[in-house]
């Protein structure tokens, strides 16, 4: 009995493998890119935690770094602490502490204003230090906002359809606030991944005087850059030989809230330790030494020391 012929291979059938493969890949490879440049490069990655209140809250480095920013403008404008708590519980609720070009109608940035009601250009309003100063305009105008309810005064300032939706975030804006008021003094603590490469601290310097304009105009925060080994208690490996240290005078929850907002930006500016009145937050720490800042000599007389990536 003669033999079948045997069906004939299509030409593409060797391909197949190879070209999903490569479809697999690049669509790996294609995540990773994007993901890197929504989210930052591996350097950015960890979380930070306050601790307050009888509970503690997470936050990526993102919402931190501006937690820290809202924080520091109500410092710099002489605001009470109140006032931080107030506006990290309205920014969490509208937009998660996230500066977001989009919202529900024309809504955008950190606290989902609205051009057309008069918060400022869409512009201005994606800028975070506008749309915060204006915020804090706003609430300047609500009465005994200091002593009355947080959602009840966010609601005064914000006219949400959601009017009780702030109340859900009021004990982490307490918190917060706390800490980066400086308030609670070494409460903030961040774990990330190791910084690499040079930079300058100028870069910090400079935001410093970004996010504190009034104070540092005063010159109620006076900064220099000194030797870090004549400053610090103990620079880490990586650490760049120049160190920025912040004098706040005899303002103690100053400098604590200067320190705290240094922690806060460390996976922004690449800051690797910041040590402050005997205690040291420590990039490099892990396990249970990272929960807490660790104990230092105070080499630097009371001042802020901040040490960044130095290769």
Known sequence: MARGRSPRRSPWRGLVVPLVMLLLFGGIAGGSYVALQRYGSPAHAGSCVATGLGTSHRYSTERVANAALISAIAVDRGMPPRAASIALATAYQESQLRNIEHGD?????????????GWGTEAEILDPIHSTNAFYDALEKVANYESGDINDVAQKVQRSGHPEAYRDHETEGRIYASALTGRSQANLVCTLDAATGTVSP????SELARQFP???????????????????????????????VVDTGDDEALGWAVANWAVARAAEDSVVQVEHAGRVWDRSARGEDATTWGSAEDAADGRVVILVSGG
């Open 202 to 205: 100028d870069g910090v310097r």
């Open 214 to 244: 009034r104070l540092t105009e005063a010159g109620s925060l006076r900064t220099t850059l000194e030797s870090a080994s004549s400053v610090s208690a103990g620079t880490p490996d990586g650490a760049g030989a120049t160190a920025l």
């Open 105 to 117: 109608r024309d809504s955008l940035g950190l606290f989902q204003q609205r051009p057309s009601q």
